[in-house]
């Protein structure tokens, strides 16, 4: 039977009438600005374009929002605002859902759960979550798209050009294209619920040493393409702990830094959304005991040589080996080097390495508010490019640098004081290439997931 809801023409055309209507007046003020010569107020503009998009829900909000927390992927201004937007969805209706889960479980589909509640306990920006209990007693999370969202992700993506030639217009310094298909990939792979099932088996097996670290299991019986039916775990938002005495924060804090380091530094794998929404703290006899990982939809699988890369630039900014950091950034695909963009690159490595090459407790950065972190370094960087041209970043930066700038924000939420040195240099003790590449071989494998890099 075809996919009705696979990428339509119609369906992309009522996306752009919608999208393009918000948006064509910003592209139009932008557009006069630069003919008659005159000075564009990138504040005003930067408002405007967050009142366009803030109307709309699906793929374009999620991207927009993305976008905001990749340094320097757009101008300061754009990003301030697009950060304010909010990514919950209006749910859908209860006559809605039975048609849709009619749809991917059959007509049948309540008798499938001893109970299903009809309003879900989450909405976002591709589908909503609802609480159900399976005939054994199980909790589940049943995650459910929204229609259309093939057509809708192709529909907006087309869009999304239009913020990335304004500014290629405004700051020619940072050349976007590969960050625009890195954005593409991701958000495709979203869609799959299929895949992000496998996603989950893989991190249950990465991550299986650790306790303090909850992975939920997959009902495959109870999921579909766009229907994902998972355990429900029990949990607080992290932000309500952000009080808690300083050991229980530590220990939340050092979960994710495991959950997040152990899986990419041993098998090339990495969290590309670090939403706080995608965490919640599970406690045990009263005890803050971990965490749980919620999200799936965003995960990136590196090939070996650019975790080698990583390592490399890492011992090479500890020992001061200049010639170990300019090889780690020709092994991720940084092209016609010098000093001066080494310089600049640079920049933003010692920001990001910085608390790993201390060996002592700490804080991440002392007077920093977590919506901040990262901003100062990446405007440092961004005026030390201006010196030398536009330049390429490999699109495998896009989700690990907006992994770690919202990593950081959660140490900065939790006011965690930790000897990341020590963490870090555990989870590299036997570090090798062909290490990881078999690893990761074997973790793929099991999740049932292609080796395709």
């Known amino acids: 039977m075809p996919d009705r809801e696979a990428n339509r023409f119609s369906a992309r055309a009522a996306r752009y009438a919608r999208v393009g209507a918000n948006m064509s007046g910003v592209a139009a003020r932008f557009a006069g600005s630069r003919l008659l010569g005159l000075a564009l107020d990138r504040g005003k503009s930067a408002a405007e374009l967050a009142l366009a998009l803030g109307g709309l829900k699906g793929p374009i909000m999620k991207a927009a929002q993305l976008l905001a927390t990749i340094p320097d992927a757009l101008p300061p201004e754009y990003a301030t605002e697009l950060m304010k937007l909010q990514s919950d969805a209006p749910p859908m209706g209860w006559p809605f859902v039975k048609r849709r889960m009619a749809a991917e479980l059959g007509l049948d589909w309540q008798k499938k759960f001893a109970s299903f509640e009809h309003h879900p306990a989450a909405a976002a920006s591709l589908g909503q979550v609802h609480r159900a209990r399976a005939h054994d007693g199980s909790e589940l999370a049943c995650k459910l798209q929204y229609p259309e969202m093939q057509s809708a992700v192709e529909a907006d993506l087309r869009q999304l050009q239009l913020i990335f030639a304004i500014h290629r217009r405004m700051d020619p310094v940072i050349d976007t294209t590969e960050i625009a298909k890195e954005i593409g990939a991701r958000l495709r792979e979203e869609l799959d619920y299929r895949r992000e099932a496998k996603h989950a088996v893989l991190y ?95 995960i990136r699988i590196f090939p070996a040589k650019f975790v080698g890369g990583v390592v490399d630039l890492y011992h090479g900014l500890l020992n001061g080996e200049d010639d170990l950091v300019v090889h780690a950034y020709e092994t991720w695909g940084f092209r016609q080097l010098n000093r001066e963009l080494i310089e600049a690159l640079n920049i933003w490595a010692r920001f990001i390495y910085g608390p790993l090459l201390e060996d002592r407790v700490r804080s991440l950065a002392d007077g920093v508010k977590p919506s901040e972190y990262g901003r100062r370094e990446a405007f440092r960087v961004h005026q030390a490019l201006k010196q030398r041209g536009p330049v390429t970043v490999p699109r495998e930066f896009v989700f690990m640098d907006r992994a770690a700038i919202g990593l950081g924000a959660v140490f900065l939420h939790l006011r965690a004081e930790l000897n990341f040195y020590s963490l870090f240099n555990r989870s590299i003790e036997d570090f090798s290439l062909p290490r990881v590449a078999r690893r990761q071989k074997a973790a793929l494998a099991a999740a049932g997931l292609e080796q395709t890099v």
Request: proline fraction near 5%; charged fraction near 25%; aromatic fraction near 12%.
């Open 204 to 298: 249950r097996t990465m991550l299986s040493d650790f306790p303090q670290i909850r992975v939920p299991k997959i009902w495959p019986e109870l999921s579909t393409g766009r229907l994902l039916t998972l355990d429900w775990l029990q949990g607080r938002r992290l932000l309500d702990h952000k009080d808690d005495d300083l050991a229980s924060r530590n220990r939340l804090a050092a979960a994710m830094f495991n959950a997040w380091w152990w899986p990419f530094s041993r098998f090339g794998v990495i969290h590309g959304d670090p939403h706080l929404g995608n965490y919640s703290v599970f406690k045990t006899a009263g005890r803050t005991d971990g965490i749980n990982l919620l999200d799936y939809g965003c």
